[in-house]
């Protein structure tokens, strides 16, 4: 069967959605602490839908339902409307859609927090360095195609600033919108790493912050995990739990450019801990759009289910600009 760029799309953001919910389940937790949570391990969604995780019953901030998605998935389709409103890619349009996202606004976010804060769409940050833009950054690798890789670049800052201007925010953004135009063109994996790593130093020579660290993270991460006999999560955890800037977006590209399933780099990013919805969101996007099939339809249902989405429709509409 014929796999055509628009079904890539769709399966992209299938894929971010769903190993946002998957990975949730997991966040910020240390690797010993799933496995207290979850002696199985996480092998899927492990609860009713629309139940609350278990560990969630009682948060005073929220009480995350099975199957929701976070502020991740939320933040990604803002930027998605941004550019089908205006048909580019601008940071006043995408602050004017960050307006409207209400997960996770709190002090604790500080990026965030401070964005709302100012009620500014056209705000331009000066700091933050996480990876609150690359989760949000993939409609702008979905509308370039790969070989465009400036205007590329100049997008995922568009798409950052509002709430990200740190040199290692913008840098991950550019990786991770990059790898996405490699793989719904269809790239190999060493295609999607290499156009990530250059959109990395290139965005690090143009907006520097000290000495260019990300570019290089990609590459070593990527060739540590390629060195273990089996991406096991006892063994990721140990080498790159995602807890900072140069793990979190590191790690997804490494377990997205050497497994060839969603389902899969989903999984194992939920039973490693730390920032398991981000990873399992950027890894379960990129290869979303490079293998479709691989993104688990019954999951996918279920969340579409608690969370109403119409992925479909804005996936087939960014589609249509693809250029």
């Known amino acids: 069967m014929t796999v055509t760029v628009a079904d890539r799309i769709v399966g992209c953001l299938k894929g971010i959605a769903t190993g946002d919910a998957i990975g949730k389940q997991t966040e910020t937790l240390s690797h010993e602490d799933v496995l207290r949570w979850y002696p199985q391990g996480i092998r899927g969604f492990e609860g009713i839908s629309g139940s609350i995780i278990p560990r969630y019953v009682g948060n005073a ?68 360095d996480g990876c609150g833009a690359a989760i949000r950054v993939a409609p702008v690798g979905i509308v370039y195609k790969s070989y465009r890789l400036n205007e590329l670049v100049n ?74 006999p ?22 997804a590209l490494g377990i997205a450019t050497l497994v060839q399933s969603a389902e899969e780099a989903m999984l194992l990013a939920a039973n490693i801990g730390g920032d398991s919805d981000s990873v399992a969101s950027i890894a379960g996007g990129i290869l979303g759009a490079r293998y479709p099939s691989t ?9 579409q289910h608690v969370n109403d989405f119409d992925l479909v429709a804005i996936a087939n509409q960014l589609a249509a600009l693809r250029h």
């Open 155 to 228: 997008a995922a800052r568009e798409a950052s600033i509002s709430t990200h201007g740190g040199s290692l925010a913008i840098a991950a953004a550019a990786a991770t919108a990059a790898a996405v135009s490699a793989a719904a063109d269809c790239g190999s994996p060493a295609d999607i790493l290499t156009f990530a790593t250059r959109a990395a130093a290139q965005a690090e020579r143009r907006w520097p912050g000290g000495v260019p660290r990300f570019a290089d993270a990609v590459t070593t991460v990527h060739e540590s995990l390629r060195r273990l």
């Open 230 to 251: 089996a991406l096991r999560p006892d063994d990721v955890a140990a080498l790159y739990f995602p807890n900072g800037p140069l793990t979190i977006v590191p790690l």
């Open 61 to 128: 901030k929220r009480e995350w339902q099975i199957g929701e998605t976070t502020d991740d998935t939320e933040m990604t389709v803002a930027v998605a409307r941004a550019i089908l409103t205006d048909r580019s890619v601008s940071h006043v349009s995408v602050g004017r859609e960050l307006l409207r996202c209400t997960k996770c606004v709190h002090p604790g976010l500080k990026s965030l927090w401070e964005f709302h804060e100012a009620g500014d769409p056209a705000r331009i940050a000066r700091s933050h």
């Open 295 to 303: 993104v688990n339809e019954g999951w996918y249902a279920l969340v």
